[in-house]
């Protein structure tokens, strides 16, 4: 099955200054790649996500990138605000698009 | 819409025990889910449907047993709890059909403690 890998667990950035999140796949068939956000105690919420046939998607000051070559994506986000604070996950969907595979999460801290 | 409703919220089990999770959602969402999410580990595929009549296995479905009678819910069954299933559980529907891969709703979530 796909594996997802994350990093870094956990990241503080000061408030204005931007955050990046990487993940790594392993199925080379995997062409759907969302990104959760989860507040402590919430339900995780899609934040931005991508398909195979798209190298960057970009929605305000949330950013995503895919090199499906290198098999990794990131999350860029830019002008961080101290409500950015939270688990944020990255997710790979099978080939059959039945499955998804979520990273292990990263804690984000946005220092005010 | 009430999107994807979890009931309970909060349960305590004894190992050995039995209890059913419920989910459901009122979106006609085709595919259903059921994950679990513990610390370090992110979420976990635990069973899944692509429609009514229709589940099959995730990641980690042992211990768990799920059905598909209606489009509306997908009930999580554990039939004999353990310490380990300790977790909060979360339900998701998505609009997809089989072989498509669209947004993932996700239900409050269940959390669960076995003693």
């Known amino acids: 099955g796909e594996n997802v890998e994350q990093h870094p667990s956990t990241l503080s950035v000061q408030e204005g200054d931007s955050a990046v999140i990487k993940c790594t796949y392993s199925?080379?068939?995997?062409?759907?790649f969302p990104w959760y956000k989860q507040e402590l105690g919430k339900r995780p919420q899609l934040i931005i996500d991508?398909?195979?046939?798209?190298g960057e998607k970009k929605d305000q000051r949330i950013a995503v990138t895919l090199n499906k070559t290198a098999k990794h994506f990131s999350l860029h986000i830019t002008e961080t605000q101290p409500e950015d604070s939270a688990v944020y996950f990255c997710?790979?969907?099978?080939?059959?698009?039945?499955?998804?595979?979520f990273g292990t999460g990263t804690s984000l801290t946005v220092i005010p | 819409n009430a999107g994807v409703t979890q009931t309970p919220k909060f349960q305590v089990l004894k190992t050995g025990q039995s209890m059913t999770l419920q989910c459901a959602q009122d979106?006609?969402?085709?595919?259903m889910s059921w994950y679990r999410q513990d610390p370090g580990m992110g979420l976990r595929l635990i069973h899944y449907?692509?429609?009514?009549?229709?589940?099959d296995q995730g990641e980690v479905p042992n211990g768990y047993n799920v059905s598909r009678s209606t489009t509306e819910d997908f009930p999580l069954r554990l039939l004999s709890a353990a310490p380990s299933q300790t977790s909060v559980y979360f339900c998701?529907?998505?609009?997809?059909?089989?072989?498509?891969?669209?947004?993932?709703?996700f239900g409050p979530g269940t959390r669960l403690l076995v003693l």
């Open positions: 998701a529907s998505s609009p997809a059909g089989v072989g498509q891969k669209e947004t993932q709703y």
């Open positions: 199925d080379s068939a995997s062409n759907y």
């Open positions: 991508i398909r195979s046939n798209v």
């Open positions: 997710a790979a969907a099978s080939n059959t698009g039945n499955q998804f595979y």
């Open positions: 979106m006609n969402h085709e595919y």
């Open positions: 449907s692509v429609g009514a009549g229709i589940t």
